[in-house]
C-alpha cells in the first residue's frame, strides 16, 4: 500500500459521523475535515481482512479515482493509509439514487431522460478519455449531487474500473451485475470501453419504459437473451417514444463492439445534444409507475453486490443484482394458496355442515391440503436445483463474489482437490478462483443430471446429482467429465446458503 500512504493521519484531519452504507471489508461513514467543516464521505477499509490480491485492487481503485476529475463522477479527494485501515475520502452526495429521485417527480418526460443519459454519457466519455472501463454502470452507482432540483448526476463505485490501452480489447475477467453485461463479457470475448455504452444503453431503455430491454428469472436464459440482442420495443408504451430515442439505444445495444456507439458520438447524437427539439416533452406516467415497481424489486433482492447487492463479479463489490431464488416458490405458493381459497369459498356457500368446534370436517378439506402440500413440496425442490445451478454457473464464470454470497462462510466440503481432507471455509475455493477460474476464458457448460432434493424441515434441504462439464482443453479439444456431487442448503432470512459439499469423482473441468 505505499504508493497511496500520504503523511497525514486521517485521524488527525477528520471526524467521523454515522454510518451511510456498508460492503464486506468496507464501511461509508460522513466525515468532516476539522480544518475547515467541510463535509465528506469516507469509504474505510480494513486492511487486516484483505488478500494481497484484495491490497491490489484497493490500490487500483484509489489509482483510478485520483485520475478522474469531472462534475459528473464522484470524485476522491484524498486516499489515506494508516494502522490496519485505508481511508478513501470522496464527494459526500446526498440525493440519493437517481432512479428513486424521478419516481418522486410530479412530472418526467423523454427529454428529461435525454438531459440523464447526457450526464451519464459525460461521465463515461471522460473515464474512457482516462482510459479507464467502469464495468458495472447501472442504477445503483448512478447518484445525485444533492436533494435540490437539478442536481448533478454522479456516477460512483469504481470497485470494479479496470485501467485499459486505448482502445485495445482483452479479457479482464467476467466481472458487472447480470442484466447490464455485455454479450462480448458474457461470450468470454476480449472487451475494452464499449462495454460501458452497453450498460448505458440498458440503462436509457429503463429510462424510457420503466423496465429492463433484457429480464428472465432464469439467469442462462436472460444470458442467452443478451448474448442475441433480443429486445424490442413492445406496444403500447413505445408507441409515444420518438424514433431518435430508439435509434440511439439500438446503436447503444449493438451485439458488435467495434461497430457500438462510442460515448463521443453518443453525446453528439440529436436526441441528445438537440433534445429542445428532438426529444418529446410529454408526461411519462406509465413510466413513472413501471420504474417504481422496477425500484421495489431492486430493493428486495437479497442484497449481495450492490453492498451491494448482486453484483456478479470477479472482484470485491457488494452490490446486488441476481434473481431471487425464491421467486419460484412465492408463485407457487400464491397459485396454492388462491386455489385453496376458492375451494373453500365454494364449500362455504355450500352451507357445509361445521362439527362443534366450527372447523370443516377434516375429510373435506383433505384433498386441498394435500394439493397445497405437494404443490409446495415441488416448489422448494426446484427453488434447491435453481439455486444449485446458479453457484455452479458462479464457478464456471469464476466469479468468487457471487460464489461468497450462495456459500456460508463456514462451508465444509470433501472433494478430489482436498485429497480426502475436509476443507472449512472459502479460502481453500478462493485459491482456484482467483488463480485459474477466473483467468479461464475458455467456454464451460455444465449440466445437472437426475438430480433428487430431500427436504429436512422449511429450512434445509440436501441434494444429490451427477455434474457432467463440457470444456476446452489447452489444445482446443473438446473435453467432457463427470463427478458425482452431494450439497446440503441452509436457509436464513429467507437465503438459501450451501453449508456442505461432498464430490466424489474427478475435479471439475476448469479445475484440471
Known sequence: MAAIVTSTRFTDEYQ???????????????????????????????????????????????????????????????????????????????????????????????????????????????????????RDLKPENLLLASKLKGAAVKLADFGLAIEVQGDEQAWFGFAGTPGYLSPEVLRKDPYGKPVDIWACGVVLYILLVGYPPFWDEDQHKLY???????????????????????????????????KRITADQALKHPWVCQRSTVASMMHR???????????????????????????????????????????????????????????????????????????????SLLPFFFLSVVLWISARKQEIIKITEQLI???????????????????????????????????FHKFYFENLLSKNSKPVHTTILNPHVHLIGEDAACIAYIRLTQYIDSQGRPRSCQSEETRVWHRRDAKWLNVHFHCSGAPAAPLQ
Open 16 to 134: 467521523l459521523y454515522e454510518e451511510l452504507g456498508k460492503g464486506a471489508f468496507s464501511v461509508v461513514r460522513r466525515c468532516i475535515k476539522k480544518s475547515n467543516g467541510q463535509e465528506f464521505a469516507a469509504k474505510i477499509i480494513n486492511t487486516k481482512k484483505l488478500s494481497a490480491r484484495d491490497h491490489q485492487k484497493l490500490e487500483r481503485e484509489a489509482r483510478i479515482c485520483r485520475l478522474l476529475k469531472h462534475p459528473n463522477i464522484v470524485r476522491l479527494h484524498e486516499s489515506i493509509s494508516e494502522e490496519g485501515f485505508h481511508y478513501l475520502v470522496f464527494d459526500l452526495v446526498t440525493g440519493g439514487e437517481l432512479f428513486e429521485d424521478i419516481v418522486a417527480r410530479e412530472y418526467y418526460s423523454e427529454a428529461d431522460a435525454s438531459q440523464c443519459i447526457n450526464q451519464i454519457l459525460e461521465s463515461v466519455h471522460h473515464m474512457h478519455q482516462h482510459d479507464i472501463v467502469h
Open 224 to 258: 442467452q437473451q443478451i448474448k442475441a440482442g433480443a429486445y424490442d420495443f413492445p406496444s403500447p408504451e413505445w408507441d409515444t417514444v420518438t424514433p431518435e430515442a430508439k435509434n440511439l439505444i439500438n446503436q447503444m445495444l449493438t451485439i458488435n463492439p467495434t
Open 285 to 363: 406516467q406509465e413510466t413513472v409507475e413501471c420504474l417504481r415497481k422496477f425500484n421495489a424489486r431492486r430493493k428486495l433482492k437479497p442484497q449481495t453486490n450492490n453492498n451491494k447487492n448482486s453484483v456478479v463479479s470477479s472482484t470485491s463489490s457488494t452490490k446486488d443484482s441476481s434473481i431471487s431464488s425464491s421467486a419460484p416458490m412465492v408463485s407457487h405458493l400464491y397459485l396454492v394458496s388462491l386455489i385453496v381459497a376458492l375451494l373453500t369459498r365454494s364449500i362455504c356457500d355450500r352451507s357445509t355442515p361445521r362439527v362443534s368446534n366450527g372447523i370443516w370436517p377434516s375429510l
Open 393 to 427: 454457473e458462479a464457478i464456471n464464470n469464476g466469479d468468487f463474489e457471487a460464489y461468497t454470497r450462495i456459500c456460508d462462510p463456514g462451508l465444509t466440503s470433501f472433494e478430489p482437490e482436498a485429497l480426502g481432507n475436509l476443507v472449512e471455509g472459502m479460502d
